[in-house]
């Protein structure tokens, strides 16, 4: 089915720089850039970036990570199991909670293969041992949203993912469709076909 088929009124709106989806204010980045992952190139950066604080967490997403931890922790090496046994997994308070880090660094559910940095959640459940497999924030990246009304939704550029750009460059992959199943897990099937309409401005 076309997208345009079932547009109802004031769905999607324009404004200078970005438009609006539903509740969602999209940057006109989201939608002009191209992007796929090169894990060979960035060995999982982004697992991995300095700063201190991990993955942003919505509230609703500690108790599945935390049903989804002994299947995770059969991954993690000594180190990062000492430390989630003795300080947990995530920290902050109530809309805004975040994973931990491992010196203020590799998140505390990495592993690594072939000197690529993975995600233990995600391997958890591409094992078939849990349902859940990661958090939102990590799914999209590089495109990050806001928690708060409405959502913002914004493409985060960072020097760690330049092989990722260029990556989807020459292979004409734009980041709305390399993030197409975590985009639709967050927003749903309608919203991200509207999305679509603005592939590279099409429609703006």
Same mark, same amino acid.
């Given at each position: 089915m076309c997208a345009n088929s079932f547009l109802f009124?004031?769905? %999607?709106?324009?404004? @200078?720089?970005?438009?609006i989806i539903g509740e969602a204010i999209v940057q006109n980045p989201v939608t002009d850039?191209?992007?796929?992952?090169? %894990?060979?190139?960035? @060995?999982g950066a982004c697992c991995t970036l300095e700063g201190g604080r991990g993955a942003p967490l919505l509230d609703?997403?500690?108790e599945p990570m935390s049903n989804s931890l002994p299947f995770a922790l059969e991954y993690v090496d000594?180190?990062?199991l000492s430390y989630i046994e003795e300080h947990g997994f995530f920290e902050g308070s109530t809309g805004d909670y975040t994973t931990k880090c491992i010196d203020n660094k590799a998140c505390v559910f990495v592993y690594y293969q072939n000197g690529i940095a993975r995600c233990s959640l995600e391997r958890a459940f591409e094992e078939g041992y849990t349902s859940w497999k990661k958090p939102i924030s990590c799914h999209l990246f590089p495109v990050r949203i806001s928690n708060g009304k409405p959502t913002m939704v914004r493409y985060e550029q960072i020097a760690e993912c330049s092989a990722g750009v260029k990556k989807g460059k020459r292979d004409a992959i734009p980041l709305v469709m390399f993030l197409e199943e975590p985009l639709r897990r967050r927003f749903g099937d309608e919203w991200y076909l509207y999305l679509l309409t603005q592939v590279n401005g099409e429609d703006r």
């Open positions: 009124p004031n769905y %999607l709106l324009y404004l @200078k720089g970005m438009f850039a191209y992007f796929c992952c090169d %894990l060979e190139k960035c @060995k609703e997403e500690i000594r180190k990062h």
